[in-house]
Structure formats: C-alpha cells, structure tokens
C-alpha cells in the first residue's frame, strides 16, 4: 500500500464511449502525475500537476483530458478513444519542492482496455 | 536529463546478492541517480538514490563509481519477491516538474 488508490482497476471501453478514471493520495503531496505503460514499452508520462496547475502536457492528444480539482485528486477523462490506448495508466505522487529526495508514489494503474 | 543503458535482463539465485549495473557516462554535476523497480502488475516503487557518495537503506545499496559514471545497485539477499523490472534513472534537481523519464530498464529473475 503506497498511499495511492486508484479507481477503477480495470476498465474496457468502446471506442464511443467516454469513461473516466480516478486517482486519490493520502501522503499530503502537493505534485500528482499520470503515465501511460503500453505493452513492451517504457512508462511514458503523459501529464504532470504541481499545486494543481498542470505544468507538463507531453504532446498527449485531447482524446486524453485531465483535472486536478484539488491536491489529492486528480482525474483523466477519456474519450473516442482507439485500440491502441489500451494500457496500463499509472498516477504517482511527490512533494514538491523536494530538496534532495524527489520520490514519486505511485498507485496501482487502471489497465485500460478499449474495443 | 542524461540517458542511462542497463541490461535487459538478469538472473539471481534466491538468497544471493544481485547487483544490477547501470550507465551513465553523459550525467552532470547536478544529477542525480535514482532506482525504482516494478513488480508485475504493480506501480514502480522507489529504491534509493544517491549523488555520488555510496547509500544504503533498507532495501538495498547504490554504489556509484568516482567519475559518476556508472552505478550498481546491489540487493544483498535477493528474495523471490525481488523479481522484477528494475530502473536507473538520471535527473536533476533543476528538472521542472518533476519529471521521470523512464527506459526500459533490467527484468530481474530471481530463481529458487
């Protein structure tokens, strides 16, 4: 238990529909991420939040939109999305500023299907 | 951020020490080198990090050499429970959000 919950755990999807998944931390940090983990391929961050302003977007298409409402919740809509966004989504968190220690906490991943 | 290069693959035998290479040779003075690993189908947990002098926490020990070039970290009793993906990655404290960026790191399979 990392102090991340992530909802739901699993999620299939068609490509009309739109879904949305949900992330929660209790560690108090006040910077939250979401990655993306494709199958045979290296965890690619998608976007990243500090004190609720989204500071990193990496060239992540709209089909993909996120919402921090507050420091401890952070959302990623999703919709029309393809086959190929089927993967592993991952949310972490950190404090920030960090000093020398920079970890990121991450929660379990939603493993995203879309048919 | 500099690049680091790890094996893709390595084998341990269960209460051995695995040590895991990794490669740095573009890093600067202000980088640093932290190690997280995944377990199957699970999120990447952190390990340790460290500047230049060697660390050691519960979980393991970062041995980086002189010139920072090069790291290894070290799991003194590798447990079946240790099987996984591990990564090395560079970043510095200016990095901007904070971000990690990660490779495809070293698949650890301990073996009884």
């Known amino acids: 238990e990392t102090g991340v919950t992530q909802t739901p755990r699993h999620l299939v999807m068609g490509m009309t529909n739109k879904k949305s998944l949900k992330c929660e931390q209790h560690l108090g940090h006040n910077a939250m991420y979401w990655y993306k983990q494709s199958a045979k391929k290296p965890l690619e961050l998608m976007f990243v939040y500090n004190f609720k302003e989204q500071t990193e977007n990496n060239s992540v298409p709209s089909r993909f939109s996120p919402e921090c409402p507050n420091s401890s919740h952070l959302f990623l809509h999703l919709h029309t999305l393809q086959p190929e966004d089927s993967a592993l989504y991952l949310c972490a968190s950190s404090q920030v500023p960090h000093g020398t220690s920079s970890e990121q906490y991450f929660g379990p991943g939603t493993r995203l299907t879309v048919t | ?112």
């Open chain 2, 1 to 112: 951020d500099a690049k680091t290069t790890q094996p893709p693959s390595m084998d341990c035998a269960e209460g051995r020490a695995a040590n895991l290479p990794c490669n740095h040779s573009t890093i600067s003075g202000n980088e640093y080198v932290y190690w997280y690993r995944q377990i199957h189908s699970q999120g990447p947990q952190y390990i340790i990090h460290g500047l230049k002098n060697n660390e050691t926490n519960e979980m393991a020990s970062l041995i980086i050499t002189e010139d920072r070039k090069s790291s290894t970290l070290i799991l003194p009793h590798a447990t079946l429970r240790d099987t996984a993906v591990y990564y090395c990655i560079v970043r510095s404290l200016n990095n901007a959000g904070n971000m990690l960026t990660f490779g495809g790191g070293t698949r650890l399979m301990v073996k009884p």
